[in-house]
């Protein structure tokens, strides 16, 4: 199965979109603008969507794909996230103000968007994969999710400061091949990451050594402009790991 990137960073920059990945053709992981990328017919060959979080970099796509399957007559979009995300998403865009409720608008009495809870560290099969929410700490309600292929194990982060539960839980896992992780600032600006709840290259670097498993690490999330001199700290931070920065249009085999 193939895990592939829709858009990867912080922010809207030239060329850039925010945080979207699709793993195979049915299921989309965040739902920012790389929405944008998917042909129509793709769109309405979802399923499911995995929500790390409500932040509008990692949702803003959804509003605008659930109102073009609802006009191509398309419904049952899985919206999987935890209680608070989708009671956000409820309260603050698809309340009639902000958005239509897709959530009551359908065809054929089926809703356009149906929403699913997830649950800390309880897995969810889809296909021929299956993926397990895991703990994150961000400035809201948060999570990452590991996904198990046959063909291995693929865990993203979401947006996340230095989180010891989620360090355990990677730990716990049978193996991890590929890990997503995001360093949205420059070590200049760590300050600003400590509050805003994102990693800076230094941090990541020290909490890198609580993991036992050595996988390839991609970098994602950089905020924009930032991106060359998070790079060159980065070069250093994680010296010894093989790592890259994760760029729009990358594929992940699983």
């Not at 895990?3 to 699709?22: M, N």
């Not at 739902?31 to 793709?42: F, I, K, N, P």
């Not at 961000?138 to 979401?158: F, I, K, N, R």
């Amino acid at each position: 199965m193939q895990f592939r990137v829709l858009g990867c960073s912080g922010g809207l920059g030239t060329g850039g979109h925010t945080t979207t990945f699709a793993l195979g053709r049915r299921v989309l992981i965040d739902a920012g603008t790389g929405v944008g990328r998917l042909s129509l017919d793709d769109m309405q060959a979802l399923e499911h969507v995995f929500l790390t979080h409500a932040h509008l970099d990692h949702i803003a796509g959804l509003a605008f794909l659930a109102d073009t399957r609802f006009a191509h007559g398309a419904t049952g979009l899985r919206v999987h996230a935890r209680a608070s995300v989708l009671g956000a998403l409820r309260a603050h865009i698809f309340n009639w103000q902000i958005w239509p409720d897709f959530a009551s608008l359908g065809c054929e009495h089926k809703a356009t968007i149906e929403t699913r809870r997830v649950h800390m560290g309880k897995p969810v099969a889809i296909d021929d994969a299956v993926l397990t929410p895991l703990p994150a700490r961000h400035t809201v309600p948060a999570c990452g999710y590991a996904v198990e292929c046959a063909g291995g194990t693929l865990v993203y982060s979401g947006d996340t400061t230095a989180c010891g539960p989620f360090w355990r839980a990677l730990n716990k896992l049978d193996r991890l091949d590929h890990l997503i992780i995001e360093v949205a600032y420059s070590d200049e600006q760590e300050r600003l990451g400590r509050v805003a709840r994102h990693y800076t290259p230094a941090v990541l670097g020290q909490e890198l050594r609580k993991l036992r498993h050595r996988p390839v690490i991609h970098i994602t999330h950089h905020k924009p402009g930032r991106g060359a001199l998070i790079e060159a700290q980065c070069a250093e931070a994680l010296a010894g790991w093989e790592f890259r920065h994760l760029e729009m249009d990358d594929v992940i085999d699983l």
